[in-house]
């Protein structure tokens, strides 16, 4: 038979597992979903403070570098939780509810991931001729080129 998910994860990402039934970890998806966006876009998607550059990320520097940065699901998860004030007892991070809402806007198409089909490139920055966005617009492009 033909495999569509490599794991529980990833099923939960694709929106074939509902999200309210997860009883344990939700690391593992978000994880997933961090891989997909740098931190930049996450911060201006949900007004939140990752660190761009520093000792929590070991990376410092400007330009691509800093843009590509990724941060891990716990990361996101624990960022979202404090900006919204969804705190345990304790002063913890309620890590579980804010994941669930980050997956939650992943699998309703809020926060919206796409990739290439095979055979298309991504062109590097500065090569297109398609003017970039506006540094406070919120919206990135992706400047595509067939390869084949």
């Known amino acids: 038979y033909p495999r569509f998910a490599e ?6 990402t694709s929106g074939v597992l509902p999200i309210n039934h997860l ?3 939700v690391r593992g998806p978000l994880d997933i979903i961090a891989s997909h966006f740098s931190i930049r876009y996450l911060n201006r998607f949900y007004h939140l403070t ?12 400007e330009g691509k570098a800093k843009e590509l940065l990724r941060c891990s699901g716990k990361q996101l998860a624990k ?3 404090v ?8 002063g913890r991070a309620d890590e579980m509810r804010a994941g669930r809402k980050i997956l939650k806007d992943y ?11 095979p055979g298309l490139t991504i062109e590097q920055p500065g090569t ?21």
Do not use: F, I
């Not at 699998?107 to 089909?117: F, I, Q, R, S, T």
């Open 23 to 25: 009883t344990n970890n």
């Open 7 to 12: 794991s529980k994860s990833h099923m939960v």
């Open 50 to 61: 990752l660190p761009l550059h520093g000792e929590s990320t070991g990376l410092e520097g």
């Open 83 to 90: 900006q919204r004030g969804h705190m345990l007892m304790g």
């Open 107 to 117: 699998v309703d198409g809020k926060l919206c991931y796409c990739h290439a089909p």
């Open 79 to 81: 960022a979202h939780a």
């Open 128 to 148: 297109s001729n398609v003017p970039d966005c506006d540094e406070g617009s919120g919206e990135e492009k992706l400047v595509l080129d067939y390869a084949g």
